[in-house]
């Protein structure tokens, strides 16, 4: 549900200066992580950015934690949990994340050149779920 | 008042970047290159390529004569005594691991190798790993507050052990020229040989190596609006001499045995493998149009459009320079605000800046942050491209704050 709200509000945005509001509200709304969370264990490399990620499994299913100190950034970890919330290790594999970033009209943002955060974030995600 | 750049349209790029929209602020990690490199690429492969210094046939000796020629030229650009001190390497990167594997031989453990606070990673990380493989040690040139050397503090530091002086000429975070003639004067007269790693130096106006009075320098042809792929190693011939030999095949070899062989001498020697022909005579081509324009103007039109850069910079609230530039880029942070989301915001508005480290994380760790934006500048921006860039500053932080 929160996907499909978030899609159609990024599908209706216009413009950059929009979307850039947009994926700051996102990021508002990120659950934030305990001091214990932001841990050398669960940072995610990489990025120019501090960016960590947790996650755990419960029932087979994922569930994931993300923030970051840039606040754009923190707005894209937001859309990247709504999507993947809750599925379990299958569904996660058989996902195609670049569709969803491009369906919100963000799939630049998935470029692996370093000033960009969100890309190790999905390895490190792939990561996570290929070793569980 | 508007600022053009006389030299803009001799780089197809620029107009081509303009029609997606894209400023280019980001030269001091690579430039655009002239339509003379262009030219010379595709005339080289459009011509017929060939190897040098093997075949006996016309293509291989017009590719040969070409790439010779083009150690001519940057000898006469830098104003070496020969074109036999030019070493073509594949990139600065590869020249100071060349110096720093082939000087290895010299060294013992608890000898000294200095480099300074603000090296690029290039040019710290071969000594580095130099020094752990010997059990030397680094010692590590303090810079002030306005991102120079110190030069008390340096000629202090830099001692009978030292045995090699690795800096800059120019940095590429902060901008600022080093305090070069009385460093490697004093670093000579310790024993020590001198390397200046070149790449940002190179670019801005012409630097005489004799008078410099280094034994290595080392630039690459990408930064100085060439082909990626080609770095130069000028060194004086008694340094040269020093260096052993590092990588091996190719036509470096001058006899060789199933278990035994021997070698050629600087440049040849160095050159294993096959050279990056193309890229080695586009750099010769782009020597030949740089060397074209009226070196003054040149200067001129940068140190103008450097003044903008500093004045507009300065006219923002919060915005704290790293340094104090000197030539060609600025470093910032803006209080409060994170250099990610402010890159994020001005690529969205098609501003081609660099973000992060740049390539020298422990001069960052050093200033207490984690990175910082830069805005560099090339022969062919033009004042617009600052009003851009500033409009997209403003924008971006109306947003964020």
Known sequence: ?132 | MFQPSPWRADFPAIAALQRQHQTYLDSAATTQKPQALLDALNHYYGHGAANVHRAQHLPGALATQAFETSRDKVAAWLNAAESSQIIFTHGATSALNLLAYGLEYRFEAGEEIAVSAVEHHANLLPWQQLAQRRNMRLVVLPVDEHGRIDLDQALQLIGPRTRVLAVSQLSNVLGTWQPLPALLAHARAQGALTVVDGAQGVVHGRHDVQQLGCDFYVFSGHKLYGPEGVGVLYGLPQALALLRHWQFGGEMVQLADYHSASFRPAPLGFEAGTPPIAGVIGLGATLDYLASLDARAVENHEASLHQHLLRGLADRDGVRVLGTPQAALASFVIEGVHNADIAHLLTEQGIAVRAGHHCAMPLLKGLGLEGAIRVSLGLYNDSDDLERFFDALDQALELLR
Do not use: Y
């Open chain 1, 1 to 132: 549900m929160a996907a499909q709200e978030a899609l159609q509000s990024f599908e209706q945005a216009r413009g950059w200066e929009q979307r850039a509001r947009l994926l700051m509200q996102m990021g508002d709304r990120l659950a934030p992580l305990s001091d214990a969370e932001k841990c050398e264990n669960n940072r995610v490399h990489g990025c120019e950015s501090l960016v960590w990620l947790v996650a755990e499994q419960h029932d087979g299913q994922w569930q994931f934690k993300a923030s970051s100190d840039a606040r754009l950034l923190r707005g894209l970890l937001a859309l990247l949990l709504v999507r993947v919330q809750g599925l379990d290790s299958g569904e996660l594999v058989g996902l195609d994340l670049r569709e969803w970033f491009t369906r919100l009209g963000l799939e630049r943002q998935l470029s692996p050149s370093r000033s960009n955060g969100l890309h190790a974030v999905l390895q490190r995600m792939a990561e996570l779920v290929s070793a569980s």
